[in-house]
């Protein structure tokens, strides 16, 4: 079993920045990838961004990328969010998940674990 804990959320202005991270605790994580995915009101959950094990295979969504940056540190069992250039619409509550796969994958489904989420507000 493995526990996600999210941090970092919170409200700031179109054009700012904020850093979100994840806790992992319980089993080892450290071989499985590493994900952040968001969901807005009224809207179906998103992937955002993903990274594999050794942090050499990154993906992003379309409308994140050049914006966001996903890192892991696997001594420490955290994945952190950079979110910089923030706008109106990447408003939502943001989670992150684990699951035991070798590449990183864009559906909720390659993703076993999740945690609670993090609500993210981004004013125009």
């Known amino acids: 079993q493995v526990q996600l804990v999210e941090s970092g959320g919170g409200l700031v202005e179109a054009g700012g920045s904020l850093r979100l991270s994840c806790a992992a605790s319980?089993?080892?994580?450290?071989?499985?990838?590493m994900g952040w995915f968001r969901q807005a009101p009224g809207k179906e959950r998103e992937f955002v961004a993903g990274?594999?094990?050794?942090?050499?295979?990154?993906r992003y969504a379309d409308s994140v990328k050049g914006r966001f940056t996903i890192s892991r540190d696997n001594a420490n069992n955290t994945v952190d969010l950079q979110m910089n250039s923030l706008k109106p619409e990447d408003t939502a509550v943001y989670y992150c998940?684990?699951?035991?796969?070798?590449?990183?994958?864009?559906?909720?489904?390659?993703?076993?674990?999740w945690g609670r989420g993090t609500q993210v507000t981004v004013s125009s």
């Open positions: 998940a684990t699951g035991p796969n070798i590449v990183v994958v864009t559906t909720t489904f390659g993703y076993r674990y």
């Open positions: 990274i594999n094990w050794s942090g050499s295979h990154l």
């Open positions: 319980g089993r080892t994580f450290t071989t499985y990838i």
